[in-house]
């Protein structure tokens, strides 16, 4: 989010008459209008636009009415923040004095048009942009990673703290029958069959014999056999009634939208935690990460706090 301080005008303000235009940063005028205004330099609508014709056919392809029209003025505000961080930022290369030499400049630039991979589109076919783009990501770096290191207790400490995020899901060996309605079978018809199923397991029948012979699961051919199998993997029904079994105990009838079924679990398989020295680089990295985006947040509100910026127009849908 802009700051509070940041003025919003609803409407186009156009660019003032011929006496006294407002130019560009190489002194041209401007006969667009304008989109922002950032300290003393600003964001034309044109660039505004260019900026959002992929965005805007990409919505137009996916959405209609007013959910276009909401998700179209969304984007925008991202892209037009997005720019003036960016304008921003350039500013702040200039101030320091950040300079990118013709040397550095053509060899980037060849390894760019090689490889165009993280580099916005027009860095890639113009050189005066592709030198402001490389002054920001400089300025950038200095500003953000400057001091940001993550220490070995830190890392420790979130092992401990997050260890469900390194420990796999428990699983659970379990077996189905699974009964399907048949031509001109209605739900009390299907349930008369399971029940008769039931009074066979009651009976000490073979689970995997009554599985093989009625099921109407793939898994039929297995004696009813799932496998291991998470929580996550069954629908909400199965996974209630498996929560109250013992390994060896067979569920009462569970109705699902797919039939009906009754499971047995075999057997419950804790998840395994990650050993510590396999994952603490992993760690290492995601504080490092977690670090340079909080030290970037920090830094770009530092820099709208102290510019002037002025939001005119965010163009009509």
């Known amino acids: 989010m802009l700051p509070i301080a940041l003025c919003v005008v609803a409407l186009l303000v156009p660019v003032v008459s011929a006496q006294s235009p407002i130019q560009d940063g190489e002194g041209k005028p401007l006969v667009d ?31 209609e009415g007013n959910e276009f029209t909401e998700r179209l003025s969304q984007k925008r505000y991202e892209i037009l923040t997005r720019m003036i961080e960016h304008k921003l930022q350039l500013q702040e290369a200039k101030d320091k004095k950040i ?49 940001i290191l993550v220490s070995p207790e830190e890392i420790r400490a979130y092992y401990k703290e997050q260890q469900r995020l390194f420990t796999s899901p428990d699983t659970h060996h379990i077996r189905q029958i699974l009964l399907l309605p048949k031509l001109g079978e209605n739900m009390e018809m299907l349930k008369t069959r399971a029940e008769v199923l039931m009074s066979q397991l009651d009976e000490n029948t073979s689970f995997e014999k009554l599985a093989e012979l009625f099921s109407d699961g793939p898994e039929s051919v297995t004696g009813g056999d799932l496998g291991f199998v998470t929580k996550d993997d069954l629908l909400a029904p199965l996974r209630a009634a498996m929560d109250k ?56 509100s530092s820099l709208k706090d102290k510019a002037y910026i002025e939001i005119h127009f965010l163009l009509p849908s």
């Open 99 to 147: 300079s990118i030499s013709d040397e550095e400049l053509e060899k980037v630039w060849e390894q760019v048009r090689r490889n165009p991979a993280g580099f916005p589109p027009a860095a890639i076919q113009s050189k005066a942009v592709l030198r402001e783009e490389l002054m920001v990501r400089r300025v950038r770096d200095m500003e953000i990673r400057r001091g």
């Open 33 to 63: 209008g304008i989109a922002a205004i950032v300290n003393a330099e600003i964001i034309a609508v044109s660039e505004l636009q260019t900026e959002m014709a992929d965005e805007t056919f990409r919505l137009k392809a996916r959405y």
């Open 245 to 300: 079994l013992k390994p060896g105990e067979v569920s009462p009838l569970i109705e699902t939208e797919i039939g009906i079924h009754i499971l047995r679990l075999e057997e419950n398989r804790p998840g395994v935690t990650q050993p510590f020295e396999q994952v603490k680089d992993e760690i290492a990295n995601r504080l490092y990460q977690k670090k340079i985006q909080e030290s970037h947040d920090a830094w770009m």
